[in-house]
């Protein structure tokens, strides 16, 4: 049994482990770039409903198909609801810019908090491990999640309620928090201190 922890713990091996992580990190990045593109051009899906009835994983490009949706399309997992125009049916050009937003204030910090992760991850493949840079990015990890947890939601709800302001389609206010992100908060701070506490040892 200590064999096999040692060769699972073996430096190079994590450091192997930790460049092969920063690339799919990259790639994940990459990947969320393209739903904010995709989201964009009207390819987020969504729940529509209409007098006609309701509509799952509709998207904004596919009105012509009568909202199903065709080709690539991203979807968030936020639960999206729309009520299109009470007398046209119609989802209008607003309520697409403010779904469009929801997203940004989403992924945008998970995009940010996934490239200071990457910098962390370099750093061990290039054995600096205990330094107070990996520290502060896992620090800034840490504190990013929080503040997601804590306002993002109100600002998707508040981004919501602006919208419908101006257009007759309505973004049904709602948000949903995610406790895992308050979680992954929370151990990104205490590895920050760790690391920390490790500097301070070596001194």
């Given amino acids: ?7 699972i713990s073996n430096a190079a091996l994590a450091r192997g482990l930790a460049n092969l992580l920063g690339w799919l990190t990259c790639l994940l990045i990459l990947l969320l770039a393209i739903g904010l593109i995709l989201s964009f051009i009207g390819k987020q899906s969504f729940t529509l409903q209409t007098s006609a009835g309701t509509y799952h994983n509709a998207t904004f490009s596919d009105i012509e198909f009568n909202w199903l949706p065709e080709g690539f399309s991203v ?8 009520h ?27 995009m940010v908090s ?13 054995r600096s491990i205990f330094t107070n840079k990996n520290a502060d ?27 419908n302001l101006f257009t007759d389609s309505q ?8 406790l895992a ?20 040892e070596a001194e």
């Fill in 75 to 82: 979807h968030l997992g936020d639960n999206t609801r729309v």
């Fill in 171 to 178: 973004i049904i206010l709602s948000a949903q928090p995610s």
């Fill in 137 to 163: 990015y896992l620090l800034y990890c840490g504190l990013m999640k929080i503040l997601v947890f804590v306002f993002v939601p109100f600002i998707q709800i508040f981004i919501s309620y602006v919208a």
């Fill in 84 to 110: 299109a125009c009470q007398f046209s049916d119609e989802v209008d050009f607003i309520t697409h810019i403010g779904i469009f937003a929801r997203t940004v204030v989403l992924v945008v910090p998970f």
């Fill in 1 to 7: 049994m200590n064999k096999i922890t040692k060769s």
């Fill in 114 to 126: 996934l490239w200071l992760l990457r910098r962390v991850l370099n750093n061990i493949h290039k």
């Fill in 181 to 200: 992100t308050l979680f992954m908060g929370l151990i990104f701070i205490v590895c920050a201190h760790v690391i920390r506490q490790g500097i301070r």
